[in-house]
């Protein structure tokens, strides 16, 4: 039940000013605020933060548990620097302004018989925030949102605007469409896209213990296969999603309604509330949720099928690690859950994906399996996170830049064969670290 990211998230305005983001765990108060509506109005408004000495952070719509977009400077705000600019059909690709929401871009595609070849779980985020922190679904051979990217526009720590393609600035497209938003605001993308088709999705529990006994084979079996595990049982609840001929099945409107709506979001978020209040009744209630979502199959286009809602708020880690790791992290984690006092609310999500040659992509260079963990909002998760992140680090794994984790650039720089690539070429992009913040510092350096 994972919420993919934007880059800290355009979030909510408080009283005075004050910026949150969607989990409400991270709280900035900019200088000031711009909702620029073109490219040219956006580098006037970085040219002024420069020339007032005030570093500059876009915003998404607030799905990043990092304070990644926190800013005392400039904050943009994403709203109006919105809407889809072209769709090439020859070319299948199409451009897109950085404020649109993956929602409006997905609706725009499917009217042009066009589709993404695969995205995370949430809609909400705009498609810069999504890209800039290494949003993914789950693909035994297509990999996340960034890797889908031909060409974006950037503005600067200057004010200029830069068009980068595979035939112009490549190593700066290569890096910024997983960029932090370190080197600059993406004011444009333009993704790779392909005929509308339709994916059949199987949603089936199955025990722990085969899952974990069967992973690879259910990996290599499948276009795209994810599954949950209910910490305290032995539970899983898997979802295998293949290209289909047809016909359309989507879920009838009662009974999707009744799992996406009343069990996965009403009843999970009562049993969330519950918990909280009485951590010892967690286990129970694990156990009968567990159980409480059936078998199902159905056929749709894709963004139907790849998305869910998502309407309990929670806070998440998710690691990377090398998919040979896979079976291994996850016992390890299973057994500390198992002998802890941790009370454990979330299921763990597990997703794969290829590797990549994007420079600060977590599956950069490697095959990848995602282990995210989540806890209901306002419940105490910090030595949950931290005992979850022991066993993720000894496996190898790279953090997920817009999820919870410990990890400074020291480390983070031994964890990516490409890391000294990116950091060179945000010298060179912003050497006054015009788009700096306290995080970036952590995860990059000064």
């Known amino acids: 039940m994972a919420a ?14 004050t910026w949150r983001n969607w989990a409400g765990n991270v709280t900035a108060r900019p200088a000031r605020t711009v909702a620029p ?70 609706e725009t595609l499917a009217a042009h018989g066009l589709s993404l070849t695969n995205m995370g779980d949430i809609m909400e985020q705009t498609v810069s925030g999504a890209t800039s922190t290494g949003t993914h679904g789950t693909g035994r051979d297509s990999a996340s949102l960034a890797a889908q990217i031909t060409a974006l526009e950037l503005v600067t ?49 199955m025990p722990f213990d085969e899952v974990t006994g069967r992973f690879d084979e259910l990996v290599a079996e499948n276009e795209h296969f994810e599954f949950y595990w209910f910490p305290h049982t032995g539970n899983c609840n898997t979802k295998r999603n293949n290209r289909s001929q047809g016909p359309a099945a989507p879920p009838g409107r009662l009974s999707g309604w009744v799992e996406d709506e009343l069990l996965s979001n009403g009843v999970f978020q009562i049993a969330c509330t519950v ?61 500390m859950v198992d002998r802890s006092d941790f009370r454990v609310s979330f299921p763990v999500e597990v997703r794969t994906a290829p590797g990549d040659d994007i420079p600060l992509s977590t599956a950069s260079g490697r095959d990848t399996v995602y282990i995210a963990v989540h806890m209901y909002r306002g419940t105490p998760h910090q030595a949950y996170f931290a005992a979850t992140e022991r066993i993720m680090t000894a496996h190898g794994g790279r953090p997920h830049w817009g999820k919870l984790h410990t990890r400074d650039a020291g480390q983070l720089a031994d964890a990516y064969p490409r890391f000294g690539e990116f950091t060179a ?22």
Do not use: W
């Open 4 to 17: 993919s990211d934007a880059v800290g998230g355009s979030g909510r305005r408080g009283p005075g000013g």
């Open 157 to 205: 720590a200057d004010g200029s605007v830069l068009t980068c393609s595979t035939a112009e600035n490549p190593e700066i497209l290569d890096a910024a469409r997983l960029g932090l938003g370190a080197l600059g605001v993406i004011t444009e993308l333009t993704f790779a896209v392909e005929p509308e088709f339709l994916l059949t999705a199987r949603e089936e529990p």
């Open 37 to 106: 509506a073109s490219t040219e109005e956006l580098a006037a408004a970085v040219r002024t933060a420069a020339e007032d000495g005030l570093t500059v952070k876009a915003a998404g719509t607030g799905h990043s548990f990092t304070p990644a977009a926190a800013t005392e400077g400039l904050l943009i705000r994403p709203e109006r620097l919105t809407g889809v600019r072209a769709v090439d059909r020859e070319a299948h690709t199409v451009t897109v302004a950085a404020g649109t929401p993956l929602k409006h871009l997905n």
């Open 275 to 335: 918990g909280r209040a009485i951590p010892a009744a967690i286990p129970g209630i694990a156990t009968l949720s567990s159980r409480a979502l059936s078998a199902r199959t159905y056929t749709d286009i894709p963004y139907k099928v790849f998305t869910s809602p998502r309407r309990v708020r929670f806070v998440e880690m998710e690691y990377a690690l090398p998919r040979e790791a896979a079976v291994a992290a996850l016992g390890e984690l299973k057994a």
């Open 425 to 446: 070429l945000r010298d060179r992009l912003d050497s006054e670290r015009r788009f700096a913040n306290a995080y970036l510092r952590r995860v990059l350096g000064d």
